[in-house]
C-alpha cells in the first residue's frame, strides 16, 4: 500500500525580552539555579502576574509577518497539570482566544517549487523551569529561572508531507523570528523549540490518521531523522496488522528512534479555563498599523530582491536570506568590492562558508570582515589574481590581518597577463614535453589539460587562464 | 447528569486530592448537582452575546520590559525543605 505522511509543527520560539512575561526577574541565559526566580515565578501565595508589553508587541509583529489575524480581545487561561517545575500548578497560556490566529508562511522545497503552510494560531505563554535529574541520590533539582520566561507558541496547520517540508518550514521560520528581532534562535539553548504531530494515512484516504506528538526536537537534523523514523515505525506497525495509539513520544538522538512517554498518558486532561488574574489583552487597531510600519524586509521579499536586482539563483539567494545578518554581510561586499554579485555569492556560499562551518562559527564571528573580503574579490574580478590563487589568499587572510593587496604584494602573487612572458613559459613547457606534444597533434586531444597543468604549476599558478588557453590553442596547432 | 464513581476518582487524581473511597456516591451527588446546575444554564440561548472572561471589564494593564527584580534566592529557598546547589530537590519524576 501506497503511504501519505502528514506532519504538523508545534514551535516554541522564545521571546527576546529583557524581563519576564509576568514578572520583573532576569531572562538572561545561564545564571546560577534559582537567581533570576521572584516570587511571582514561584507562585507564592498574593501574587499577581503582569503582562509584559513587549512581549504583545513582539506576538504582534510576529502575528503581521505571516499574514495572521490580530485578536483585538486575546485571553490568558490556565493550563492545569502537576509537574514540579511547573510551581503554580498550573501554566498561564492562551486557549481559546490567542493573540494571533489564520497566518501562513510560504516555503521553497529543494524542487524549486513553493508551498503555502497554514500557521492555526500563535498564543502568548509562560515557559516552565528546569528538572535536572541527575546527581541527586534519588532526587530531582529544580531550577526556576526559566519559569516565567515569554514563549511564543506557534502552531501549524497538518500541511506538512515530509520530514524535508517539516524541515524546510522550521528554517524558514526560524529565519523568520530571527529577522523580525523576537527570538534569538538559539536551539542549544532552547530558545527555539519544536514538537512534531505525524501520522500516516493511505494515499487517496481524506480523514487523517492517529497522530503520534514527538517531543525533545532541538535539531533541525533530529527533526528529519524522528520523523522519518516514526513514519517508518508506524507504517510497520500497521502494515503488520497494529494500531496507532494517540501518545506523546520522546526522541532518543543516540539510539534515533522514538519511545512513548510514560507520564503524559493521564495527562492531556488540562482543564483550562480563563485565569481571573489576568484582563483579556486589548491590541488598537492603531497599534497594529504602528508595528505593520516596523516591520523588516522578510527573508522571502529579501530573497526576491536578490533575485531581481542581483541576477541571483534562488538557491544562491536561499542561502544568503538565511540569516539577516548573513544577507547583509553579501550586499555590503557586493558594494564595497564592485565585483559582480555572483562572483560575491560563490565565495561567500562557498570558500567562507566552507571555512565557518570548519570552525564553527556564525558569520558575525567571521575572522574576514566584509572590507578584507571585498579586497580580495575585488583583484579577482580587475583581474590582478587568478581564482585560483585567490583561494590561497583567502587562507591567509582567514590566519592573518593582512589585507589581500598586501599579501599580493608581499608574495608577489599578480597575475601574469604580459602576453611574451606567458608564451616564453609555454615555448618551454612544450620543449620539455615533446612526446606528449607528438601524442597530441596525433589526436589525443584530452593531453591539452596537462599543458595547461604545466604551465600553471611553472608559473606557480600566476598565469591568467584565459590567456593560457589562447596561446596555447594556438601554439600546440604548430 | 450523574457522575460514576470511576469520573470521581479520575477528577480526584487529575487535581492530586486523596478521597476517602466511602465517600464517593457523596461527591459523585455533589459533582452531579454543579454539572446539573451547569446543563440549566447550558439551556439559555446565548447565541450572540460574547462569553464573559473575565468579571472586570477592563483591558490588561501592561508593564514595561525591564529587570525590577533582584535576587532573593537565599531568602526564597529558607521556606523549602530540601536544597542543594541552589537547586530546589523534589521526588524524582523521571521520562
Known amino acids: 500500500m501506497q503511504w501519505e505522511t502528514v506532519i504538523g509543527l508545534e514551535v516554541h520560539a522564545q521571546l527576546a525580552t529583557k524581563s519576564k512575561i509576568f514578572s520583573g526577574a532576569a531572562t538572561a541565559y545561564g545564571a546560577a539555579p534559582n537567581t533570576q526566580a521572584c516570587a511571582i515565578d514561584l507562585g507564592l501565595p498574593g501574587v499577581l502576574p503582569v503582562l509584559n508589553t513587549e512581549a504583545v508587541r513582539m506576538a504582534v509583529k510576529f502575528g503581521l509577518s505571516v499574514d495572521a489575524h490580530i485578536t483585538p480581545r486575546s485571553v490568558f487561561a490556565r493550563k492545569n497539570y502537576f509537574y514540579p517545575d511547573l510551581p503554580k500548578g498550573y501554566q498561564i497560556s492562551q486557549y481559546e482566544l490567542p493573540i494571533v490566529s489564520e497566518g501562513y508562511l510560504d516555503i521553497d522545497l529543494e524542487d524549486g517549487t513553493r508551498k503555502r503552510i497554514h500557521i492555526e494560531r500563535a498564543h502568548l505563554e509562560e515557559d516552565a523551569g528546569k528538572s535536572l535529574h541527575e546527581d541527586f541520590q534519588g532526587l530531582s533539582g529544580i531550577d526556576l529561572n526559566r519559569a516565567g520566561t515569554p514563549l511564543i507558541e506557534i502552531v501549524s496547520k497538518p500541511d506538512l508531507r515530509s520530514a524535508k517540508e517539516a524541515v524546510a518550514y522550521l528554517k524558514a521560520l526560524h529565519a523568520l523570528v530571527r529577522y523580525l528581532e523576537i527570538c534569538d534562535g538559539n536551539l542549544q539553548e532552547g530558545s527555539f523549540r519544536c514538537d512534531a504531530n505525524v501520522s500516516v494515512r493511505p494515499v487517496g484516504q481524506k480523514e487523517l490518521g492517529t497522530r503520534a506528538e514527538i517531543k525533545n526536537l532541538n535539531s533541525f537534523r533530529f527533526v528529519e531523522r524522528a520523523i522519518n523514523y516514526e513514519v517508518e515505525r508506524q507504517i510497520d506497525l500497521i502494515e503488520s496488522g497494529g494500531k496507532i495509539k494517540q501518545e506523546t513520544r520522546l526522541y532518543d538522538s543516540d539510539k534515533n528512534e522514538t519511545r512513548a512517554m510514560r507520564s503524559k498518558e493521564e495527562a492531556n486532561d488540562y482543564r483550562y479555563f480563563p485565569d481571573p488574574d489576568l484582563c483579556p489583552v486589548v491590541v488598537a487597531p492603531e497599534y497594529i498599523e504602528q508595528i505593520k510600519h516596523e516591520l523588516p524586509e522578510l527573508p522571502q521579499q529579501k530573497r526576491e530582491r536578490f533575485q531581481n536586482d542581483y541576477q541571483l539563483s534562488s538557491y544562491d539567494a536561499g542561502i544568503l536570506v538565511s540569516s539577516r545578518e548573513l544577507a547583509n554581510y553579501f550586499e555590503q561586499v557586493v558594494k564595497l568590492s564592485e565585483a559582480p554579485a555572483k562572483l560575491v555569492a560563490n565565495w561567500i556560499n562557498g570558500e567562507l562558508a566552507a571555512a565557518l562551518n570548519k570552525h564553527n562559527l556564525e558569520i558575525t564571528e567571521s575572522p574576514i570582515a566584509v572590507e578584507r573580503l571585498a579586497g580580495l574579490l575585488k583583484r579577482i574580478h580587475d583581474n590582478t589574481i587568478s581564482g585560483k590563487i585567490a583561494k590561497t589568499i583567502f587562507e591567509t587572510l582567514w590566519n592573518s590581518n593582512h589585507t589581500a593587496d598586501e599579501i599580493i604584494e608581499q608574495q608577489g602573487l599578480r597575475q601574469v597577463t604580459d602576453t611574451s612572458a606567458i608564451e616564453k613559459m609555454l615555448d618551454e613547457v612544450i620543449a620539455a614535453n615533446p612526446q606528449q606534444l607528438a601524442d597530441y597533434r596525433s589526436g589525443k586531444d584530452k593531453l591539452f589539460g596537462f599543458f595547461v597543468g604545466q604551465a600553471m604549476k611553472a608559473s606557480g599558478g600566476k598565469l591568467n587562464p584565459q590567456q593560457v588557453n589562447d596561446l596555447l590553442k594556438q601554439k600546440l596547432a604548430g | ?95
Open chain 2, 1 to 95: 447528569m450523574s457522575l460514576s464513581p470511576e469520573e470521581v476518582i479520575k477528577i480526584s487524581h487529575l487535581a492530586r486530592l486523596a478521597i476517602d473511597e466511602q465517600a464517593i456516591p457523596k461527591y459523585a451527588q455533589e459533582l452531579s448537582n454543579i454539572f446539573d446546575l451547569v446543563a440549566q444554564m447550558n439551556q439559555v440561548d446565548t447565541q450572540g452575546i460574547v462569553p464573559t472572561t473575565h468579571p472586570l471589564d477592563i483591558p490588561q494593564r501592561l508593564r514595561a520590559d525591564v529587570v525590577s527584580e533582584t535576587d532573593q534566592r537565599e531568602l526564597m529557598q529558607k521556606g523549602a525543605p530540601s536544597v542543594e546547589v541552589g537547586l530546589y530537590l523534589v521526588p524524582q519524576v523521571i521520562e
